[in-house]
Each structure stands twice: as C-alpha cells, then as structure tokens.
C-alpha cells in the first residue's frame, strides 16, 4: 500500500475487539515512534505501554475513550530536553511527541493494527494516577487493537475541504 492509500484506510476506531495486537506488531509501532524526527534530535519522547488490567483501569478513570482497547501506548515527553525556539517564545516538545505520535499511528495502520488519538482527557490527572515523572508530560493517548465486528470509520471520514480552501501559494 502507497502511503496516500495508508493514509486514507487509517481511521479512528471507536471499538475494539479483545483480541491482543502481537509483539511483533506493537515492536513494528514503537520503532516507527523511535524513528520519528524530533527537533534536534533531541529525541525527548517516553511511550508508556499499558496493557496489565490495573495500568488500563487508570486510563479509565481519566478518559472515556479507551473504547475497549487492550493495549494503550500514552506518548509523553521531557519538559526539560526540549529544543526552544529562537525568542524563547515555543519550544519543540509537543510538535516532537506530536510527529512521533503520528508515525506510531501510521505503522500500525501498515501492519494492520487500527487506532485511536485520544486526547479527552487531563494530562495532569492521568500523570499522577500513572505515577510518571515531574519533569514529563503526556500529549496524546494512542490505543491500538483490532476493529470490533462492525467497527468502521464514522460517516464523515472522508470528508476533507479541497486544497483550494487548505492550502495558499505566495
């Protein structure tokens, strides 16, 4: 599959199967995430895997959006080890953990893996109920598995504006 076609299977998948994704295929999206440009390469990314029922049961307690998954990956990043911008205005870290994140999500639609961007939740309260460290904080919550029966993209997938509307040459 080209990566236009990569890109438009991927969806966010609201329903899981119980089924486990295998280590072959979670080591497949860590190293797509450990590949991921970050600003200096600095690399300031942590990927937490949650699988064991307790780890999962915190992540319930912070989002209703697991939607069933049996594996959650929370992708984070050091607040201190980040490249900040000429004017001290901005720093890298949520655009580093933001491409590695992406690139997680990308590789496991390409190993048959699908997925969801959850950020429905608060990055503090998750933080302290995972017990990470002060110096991280959490972007996004990535939840990879297999599609439910019946599981598909929601009605409006597909809709995207044209580049007309997206995209201005100066």
């Known amino acids: 599959m080209d990566f ?10 609201k329903r899981y199967s119980t ?9 497949t999206i860590l190293e797509a995430g450990r590949l991921a440009p970050t600003a200096k390469n600095l690399q300031e990314q942590h990927i937490y895997v949650l699988q064991s029922r307790d780890a999962l049961a915190k992540v319930d307690r912070n989002t209703p959006c697991r939607y069933g ?26 655009e580093d953990a933001t491409i590695v994140a992406t690139h997680m999500l990308l590789a496991a639609q390409s190993v048959g893996v699908d ?26 919550i990535l939840d990879p598995g297999y599609a439910a029966e019946g599981a598909g993209p929601l009605a409006n997938h597909g809709s995207r504006k044209p580049l007309s509307e997206t995209v201005t040459y100066l």
Request: proline content about 6%; overall charge negative.
């Open 69 to 94: 998954a049996p594996t959650v990956l929370v992708v984070a990043f050091n607040v201190n080890d980040v490249y900040t911008y000429p004017g001290g205005k901005r720093n890298s870290g949520v």
């Open 115 to 140: 997925s969801c961007w959850v950020n429905c939740f608060d990055p503090d309260s998750l933080a302290a109920d995972l017990k990470l460290p002060k110096d991280e904080a959490i972007l996004m």
């Open 4 to 13: 236009i076609e990569l890109a438009k299977a991927r969806y966010s998948c």
């Open 19 to 27: 089924k486990q994704i295998s280590k072959s295929e979670l080591d």
